[in-house]
Nanobody
Framework: QVQLVESGGGVVRPGHSLMLSCAASGFTFSRHAMHWVRQAPGKGLEWVSGINSGGDSTNAADSVKGRFSISRDNAKNTLYLQMNSLKPEDTAVYYC?????????????????WGQGTQVTVSS
């Protein structure tokens, strides 16, 4: 069955960096666009970034543009999110999600497959 397992979350100080990973299994990873979506405490889902199936086209929300970078390794069935210059407002549970198509529609959050999430806390 489809599995998405996130890792790499933790507690960091403002200005520091983290890299999240999402290990995928149970499907042909290279045939799907992939996304990172986050949910801050008491708030709804916020699309963060997406990457097309081939890994050569990415999009990011304005709130993270220039600080976060999404990438993928189709040989390793793994999705990444490099997060730099972290801010307290980046505190959230971060989920990876599988799209049903190969391309990215920025802002989309109605995905059929989700990981369990990894907590990122940015605090001094």
């Amino acid at each position: 069955q489809v599995q998405l397992v996130e890792s790499g979350g933790g507690v960091v100080r403002p200005g520091h960096s983290l890299m999240l990973s999402c290990a995928a299994s149970g499907f042909t990873f290279s045939r799907h666009a992939m996304h990172w979506v986050r949910q801050a405490p008491g708030k709804g889902l916020e699309w963060v970034s997406g990457i097309n199936s081939g890994g050569d086209s990415t999009n990011a929300a304005d709130s993270v543009k220039g600080r976060f970078s999404i990438s993928r390794d189709n040989a390793k069935n793994t999705l990444y999110l490099q997060m730099n210059s972290l801010k307290p407002e980046d505190t959230a549970v971060y989920y990876c999600a599988r799209d049903s198509v190969k391309w990215v529609v920025p802002g989309k959050t109605d995905f059929g497959k989700w990981g369990q999430g990894t907590q990122v806390t940015v605090s001094s």
